[in-house]
């Protein structure tokens, strides 16, 4: 039971990849803080974590909103004093040309995914002892992309630019940080994405399950990992190697 007595907070755990983190880590033992932008979404992974004996609760919040996420921060401390796991899963993805992109659409991508980094980094760390972890989803888009997502891949590749750099002003208060780099995962995300729906994206390679992913986040989270800091784990199926 890596996760017992461990608080862990997951965002973008209503669905995908977040809800499947959240999921294992409760089955493991975690209390878990499940972050969605949609309350049915939350409430419905708290709900299938309850059925099967596990401990979570729901706050729901737009990560991109700093005052929103230092409210489900507060939230978790209240409910149980510290923090152990922040998993920052929650993203979002355009399909625009950049000399179409408004400036609005550019910075709101950069403001979900990367905005919520840093403020679940910024408000959490100061609630978490030493030993806990943080693990930022990142993404295959941050090494090769294809057109009309630059402002997602750019997010990414900045994620993991943030992630070294922040791992090393943790390192004195024993937190590690480190990032997970999905390739092609069966998710509404990848489904929708219409640049695969219209051929101008193929998927190359393995399509990965979202508990594949919860497996390799959670074994990056836990004690499991303590020698893994500052990096980014590929879960990709071979999928860079085929492009």
Same mark, same amino acid.
């Given at each position: 039971?890596?996760?017992?007595?461990?608080?862990? $907070? @997951?965002?973008?755990? =209503?669905?995908?990849?977040?809800?499947?983190?959240?999921?294992?880590?409760?089955?493991?033992?975690?209390?878990?803080?499940? @972050?969605?932008?949609?309350?049915? *979404? *939350?409430?419905?992974?708290?709900?299938? $974590?309850?059925?099967?004996? =596990? /401990? !979570?609760?729901? !706050?729901?919040?737009?990560?991109?909103? !700093?005052?929103?996420?230092? !409210?489900?921060?507060?939230?978790?401390?209240?409910? +149980?004093?510290?923090?152990?796991?922040?998993?920052?899963?929650?993203?979002?993805? /355009?399909? #625009?040309? $950049?000399?179409?992109?408004?400036?609005? %659409?550019?910075?709101?991508?950069?403001?979900?995914?990367? &905005?919520?980094?840093?403020?679940?980094?910024?408000?959490?760390?100061?609630?978490?002892?030493?030993?806990?972890?943080?693990?930022?989803?990142?993404?295959?888009?941050?090494?090769? #992309?294809?057109?009309? @997502?630059?402002?997602?891949?750019?997010?990414?590749?900045?994620?993991?630019? +943030?992630?070294? =750099?922040?791992?090393? %002003?943790?390192?004195?208060?024993?937190?590690?940080?480190?990032?997970?780099?999905?390739?092609?995962?069966?998710?509404?995300?990848?489904?929708?994405?219409?640049?695969?729906?219209?051929?101008?994206?193929?998927?190359?390679? *393995?399509?990965?399950?979202?508990?594949?992913?919860?497996?390799?986040?959670?074994?990056? *989270?836990?004690?499991?990992?303590? +020698?893994?800091? =500052?990096? #980014?784990? $590929? @879960?990709?199926? &071979?999928?860079?190697?085929?492009?």
């Amino acid at each position: 039971m890596r996760f017992s007595g461990k608080t862990c $907070i @997951v965002t973008g755990g =209503g669905s995908g990849i977040g809800r499947s983190t959240c999921r294992r880590m409760a089955k493991e033992g975690g209390r878990v803080v499940v @972050v969605d932008l949609h309350s049915d *979404a *939350a409430e419905a992974t708290v709900s299938e $974590i309850a059925s099967t004996g =596990g /401990t !979570a609760l729901a !706050a729901v919040a737009d990560v991109g909103d !700093a005052s929103a996420v230092q !409210a489900a921060i507060a939230k978790a401390v209240h409910a +149980f004093d510290a923090i152990h796991v922040i998993v920052n899963d929650a993203a979002m993805m /355009t399909f #625009t040309p $950049i000399l179409e992109t408004s400036d609005d %659409e550019f910075f709101q991508v950069l403001r979900v995914n990367l &905005g919520s980094v840093f403020s679940f980094c910024k408000y959490g760390a100061p609630h978490m002892p030493p030993g806990s972890s943080i693990v930022n989803i990142s993404s295959v888009h941050a090494h090769k #992309t294809t057109e009309n @997502v630059v402002p997602y891949a750019a997010s990414k590749g900045a994620i993991e630019a +943030f992630t070294r =750099g922040f791992s090393l %002003e943790m390192a004195s208060r024993k937190i590690r940080v480190n990032a997970v780099a999905p390739g092609a995962v069966d998710t509404p995300m990848l489904w929708n994405n219409p640049n695969v729906k219209s051929g101008a994206e193929k998927i190359r390679g *393995a399509v990965g399950k979202p508990e594949d992913l919860a497996a390799a986040i959670c074994f990056v *989270a836990s004690e499991d990992a303590e +020698f893994v800091n =500052g990096a #980014t784990l $590929i @879960v990709d199926g &071979g999928r860079l190697a085929q492009l």
